[in-house]
Structure formats: C-alpha cells, structure tokens
C-alpha cells in the first residue's frame, strides 16, 4: 500500500518530482497547501518508496465534493497536469490502485487523471485538449525576428496608445484581480478568490510572477499570471477588459511575457490548453507555438461515459448565461463558493 504524504516526506516528495523527466510544477507538494489553503478540500498526495525507503512515484489527488458538480477525485484540479509520476509501470499500478481503493472508501463516482502523455493504464482517456508550447531563442530580439510582420503590426497597436507592460509580484495583486474577475464574469464563468492568488505567490515566491498591461494613466487592462518550473515558463491565465480589446493590450502582454521569459532563461513557454482550431488555439498558434496532446484518464465506478463538466456541457448554459449578466461584485463574492467545486 502506498502511504498518504506528511510534512516530514517533503523534501524527498520535492526531489524525486524535480528530477523525474515526465514531472510538472504541480506535483510539487507547496500544492496541497494552496488547495487546501485556498479551497478547504481533502487531499490524498501518495507517495511510493522502494525496498531502500527512497521515493519511486507520488500521485497528489485532490476531492472534491458538492451537489452541483458530483463527488469526484482529481489530480490536479484547476491546472493542466497532474497525475501519476512513477519509476516504472509496477510502481504506476501501485499508486493507481490505492487511488481507486480511496476513491471507493469515498464513494467517488470517478477519478481524473491530468497527463501529458499516454500511460496506457487500461482507463478510458480524453484527448480532445492539447497544450500550446512554443520553443524559446537565446534571446527575445530572435524570437522578435523571427514574428510575422503582421504580428508585430499587432504589438505596435497597444504602444502607439502609449499602454505599457510591467512585471511584479503581489503589488500587481489587486490589478491582476480586476482584470481576472471582469472577464471570467464576462465568459460566464464562476472566478477564483484573489485568497488562492495570493497563496501561489506565497509559497512560490521565487517562480510566480504577474504581468500587466496599463492605459497611459495607468488603468490595468490586460493582466496575466506566471508560473515557473525547471525551463519553462507558463501562463495559466490570462485576461483582458473587452472594452480596450480593439487596442490589442493582450498582444502587448503576451509580448511582455515573451520576452521576460527569454530574460529569465527560460527555453519553453506553455500558453495553456486549448481545443484544436477554435479561436484561443489559433490565437496562441500565431506566435510559433506547437500543440502537444493532453491525456486524461477517467476510472469510473460505474462504467459509463466520461463526465463532462465544462461550459461546452448543454446543461450549464442558462447558468452561464445568467453569470454573465450578474455584477461583478456579486460574481466576486459567489464565485469562489461555486468555483472551487468545478476542476
């Protein structure tokens, strides 16, 4: 049986995730501190060890549970990798196994695994997500070289209004938030408490950056989150005001990113997941990046179809319609309660 993770196992936890090649930031264990922090859920962070006592995989699973959404368990929820980080496959089936015995004690009706490749683990998988990864020059004047002159057309737009770019910490907090929380109302989607920003910065103070694009009286209108791990830098949300869209301010940011990452040292930059050929794909795809399949897998107690909970599933439209029409300060206050049960 794999044992459950406990502070004492941190520092080994940690080593074994950096130095395994398929790893993502999220397996880190600084996360289960976040969500529960920021959440409230029960965690499950398995952790396998050999004959020698040293760590050979780890599976961090996160449950969550409510009356909208359904009582399931994920790993990792609110990002786009997770799962199972194992030596080998007895290790993988090991942890495997111990999740779906969790799963059962908790009566989950399923368990999703968050992978960035095919582990052929015999578990029905979803593979209608990629990841958008573009491969980073030494510098930021190659990687602006080697842009369209359309794109940098594009770029230009936002400077000629005289809006400017700022990378920071939690003293962009605040205007990250406002940006973040117009346009996850806007999308009709319930947002994040500014208590679960705050806690990522918290805890990875040296690898979380917030980027900003600002009017020329310094108004936020375009607002991103960083995230680092080994040499990549990734993006994991993004947002703009509606209102100053015909500026392109995103095209500001995202170049703003860009080139803080290539200063940073950074060799690879995640612009997130994306659905094959609908706008935000195409979007991240003008800047050079590349899709790479996402895998995730879904035990499911009673067979059956692979849950949908996403804004594509029919049955969430009128409540996001509804959302969209809310004010913000009622989003603000409600989202959180709600988000926090959708993975």
Request: charged share 25%.
């Amino acid at each position: 049986m794999a044992p459950l993770y406990n502070d004492e196992d941190r520092l080994r936890w940690d080593d074994f995730v950096m130095k395994h090649a398929e790893s993502s930031c999220y397996h880190l264990s600084c996360w289960k501190d976040v969500i529960e922090n920021s959440f409230g859920h029960n965690t499950y962070y398995l952790m396998s060890e050999d004959k020698k006592g040293a760590v050979n995989g780890v599976l961090p699973l996160v449950h969550l549970k409510s009356a909208m959404f359904g009582n399931f368990m994920v790993s990792v929820p609110y990002f786009n990798y997770g799962g199972i980080v194992a030596g080998d496959n007895d290790v993988r089936e090991q942890l495997l196994k111990e999740a779906i015995s969790i799963a059962k004690r908790e009566n989950a009706d399923h368990i999703e695994l968050r992978h960035k490749e095919d582990l052929n683990i015999g578990l029905p998988v979803k593979q209608n997500k990629v990841c958008m990864l573009l491969n980073l020059p030494a510098t930021s004047d190659d990687l602006w070289k080697s842009f369209s002159s359309k794109l940098r057309s594009q770029i230009r737009r936002p400077e000629k209004e005289r809006m400017y770019f700022k990378v920071g910490k939690e003293e962009q907090l605040d205007d990250f938030y406002k940006v973040f929380s117009i346009n996850m109302r806007d999308l009709g989607t319930p947002v994040y408490s500014k208590k679960f920003f705050a806690n990522i910065l918290s805890k990875f103070p040296g690898k979380t950056w917030i980027s900003t694009v600002y009017t020329r009286v310094g108004i936020p209108v375009a607002s991103g989150f960083l995230v680092g791990y080994k040499d990549m830098l990734e993006i994991p949300w993004a947002s703009s005001l509606n209102e100053f869209n015909r500026f392109s301010p995103n095209m500001l940011l995202y170049w703003g990113v860009l080139k803080f990452a290539c200063e940073q040292g950074y060799r690879i930059f995640d612009f997130g997941r994306s659905t094959p050929d609908e706008g935000t794909y195409k979007f991240k795809e003008q800047w050079g990046s590349r899709p790479v399949k996402l895998y995730w897998h879904y035990w499911l107690k009673d067979g059956g179809a692979i849950p949908e909970i996403n804004p594509k599933n029919p049955k969430y439209h009128l409540a996001i319609n509804v959302w969209k029409n809310l004010p913000v300060s009622i989003t603000r206050l409600i989202g959180p309660l709600i988000v926090r049960n959708i993975p």
